[in-house]
């Protein structure tokens, strides 16, 4: 198994490859051959990126290389523009996903799951996860991506407005210079709006069939918490008001939980706090919350009801609601899924209704046994 990551940190970094940690609870796996994904130089050959196959060892041969990226195409040696950076993002390829040439039809495509975080969110959440997909499901790739203003993607300063449809916008055309096809898209919260809107958008793009996954959210209306539940919008609003700098992540801490904030968000707040330098005595955030504010407020702008109504033929859209987390659903929003479920099935397309057992709005930490057994249903009816 190896992981493809390719971040916006340092343009001379580029993308690189790294492998699970040895202390990881997953099984042991023959590693792969390294592989380094690395932007354009202007001495590169290639017309989008650079490919380098980087053995362990040497001496070994007849090992398999192991790769997905199709978009690599000789040139006739003069200079190349950098292709734009759209996202930072990484690649978790199961063992047994082979690398080939686009040219190449006796290969074919390697079957691709895209998996998007939620507000405050990155693709790294995604990540011990991906990875156990990437065990049970070997022939299978999973891109997590880093939505605009989040994690290593807001350096990229994206162009507004920071919307639900400009946020499906940027990962289909990751996914495009990628050249990849994904068969499955999964979106856990703000991410699952993101979803239908991808498929909304990009009807001839995405391969038939297509399965969506919206975890924990609706369509249409984003219901608030109770009393003494987090909310998003406040919490944006909060850290809004702190310095941009801050001296220590327990200063932080400290001030959420002041706040009133429960010490579970507090937690993982501060793990978007990074190092502002190598002495590690100030931090700053990993994400614009100035565009997150605005993306925030499209979440709960954006209706999409609509379309996931009247689904194109052999489009399939799974809605899972976690146990605990009723103040997100109303009796109205599961009526309709109902009622979309009857409509999909005598069109052709498909809407299903799941819920989650012993889960909160945090389904993938909260339950993931339960939602690995729910989500590999896709991998199961699509295995190539």
Request: glycine share 6%; hydrophobic share 35%.
């Given at each position: 198994m190896s992981t493809v990551s390719c971040s916006t940190a340092s343009s001379s970094r580029g993308c690189g490859t790294s492998?699970?940690?040895?202390?990881?609870?997953?099984?042991?796996?023959?590693?792969?051959?390294?592989?380094?994904?690395?932007?354009?130089?202007?001495?590169?050959?290639?017309?989008?990126?650079?490919?380098?196959?980087?053995?362990?060892?040497?001496?070994?041969?007849?090992?398999?290389?192991?790769?997905?990226?199709?978009?690599?195409?000789?040139?006739?040696?003069?200079?190349?523009?950098?292709?734009?950076?759209?996202?930072?993002?990484?690649?978790?390829?199961?063992?047994?996903?082979?690398?080939r040439w686009k040219e190449d039809k006796s290969v074919p495509d390697t079957p691709t799951a895209v998996l998007l975080h939620g507000i405050l969110g990155s693709g790294k959440n995604w990540g011990t996860f991906a990875r156990?997909?990437?065990?049970e499901f070997p022939t299978w790739q999973f891109l997590l991506v880093d939505l605009?203003?989040?994690?290593?993607?807001?350096?990229?300063?994206?162009?507004?407005?920071?919307s639900v449809a400009s946020t499906a916008s940027d990962v289909l055309k990751l996914v495009g210079q990628l050249r990849l096809t994904p068969r499955v898209l999964v979106g856990h919260s703000f991410g699952g709006k993101v979803v239908l809107s991808m498929v909304e958008q990009a009807a001839k793009p995405l391969p038939r069939p297509v399965r969506a996954w919206v975890l924990d959210a609706t369509p249409g209306k984003v219901r608030a918490g109770g009393d003494g539940e987090d909310h998003p919008r406040e919490l944006i609003s909060f850290l809004r008001q702190l310095p941009k700098v801050v001296?220590?992540?327990?200063?932080?801490?400290?001030?959420?939980?002041?706040?009133?904030?429960?010490?579970?968000?507090?937690?993982?707040?501060?793990?978007?706090?990074?190092?502002?330098?190598?002495?590690s005595s100030s931090?700053?955030?990993?994400?614009?919350?100035?565009?997150?504010?605005?993306?925030?407020?499209?979440?709960?702008?954006?209706?999409?009801?609509?379309?996931?109504?009247?689904?194109?033929?052999?489009?399939?859209?799974?809605?899972?609601?976690?146990?605990?987390?009723?103040?997100?659903?109303?009796?109205?929003?599961?009526?309709?899924?109902?009622?979309?479920?009857?409509?999909?099935?005598?069109?052709?397309?498909?809407?299903?209704?799941?819920?989650?057992?012993?889960?909160?709005?945090?389904?993938?930490?909260d339950n993931p046994d339960g939602l690995f057994r729910i989500l590999s249903s896709s991998f199961q009816v699509l295995r190539p």
């Open positions: 492998f699970p940690s040895k202390t990881s609870s997953l099984p042991a796996l023959n590693s792969p051959n390294l592989i380094r994904i690395g932007t354009n130089s202007q001495s590169d050959r290639l017309s989008s990126h650079r490919l380098t196959l980087v053995h362990e060892n040497r001496k070994a041969r007849g090992t398999t290389v192991r790769m997905a990226l199709v978009d690599e195409r000789q040139s006739t040696g003069q200079n190349v523009a950098h292709p734009p950076r759209i996202l930072a993002y990484d690649l978790v390829q199961g063992d047994l996903v082979k690398w156990r997909l990437a065990h605009r203003c989040h994690g290593d993607s807001a350096s990229l300063k994206k162009r507004g407005p920071h001296s220590s992540k327990n200063e932080v801490y400290n001030a959420l939980m002041e706040e009133g904030f429960s010490n579970d968000v507090a937690q993982w707040v501060v793990t978007n706090l990074r190092s502002t330098g190598p002495s931090f700053s955030w990993a994400f614009d919350l100035d565009g997150i504010a605005e993306l925030y407020q499209s979440y709960e702008d954006t209706n999409l009801w609509n379309f996931v109504e009247n689904l194109p033929r052999g489009v399939h859209v799974n809605f899972l609601k976690a146990e605990r987390s009723l103040h997100r659903w109303a009796l109205e929003d599961l009526q309709r899924i109902h009622a979309a479920e009857e409509l999909a099935s005598e069109e052709g397309g498909g809407v299903e209704m799941h819920v989650l057992e012993d889960a909160g709005h945090w389904v993938h930490t």
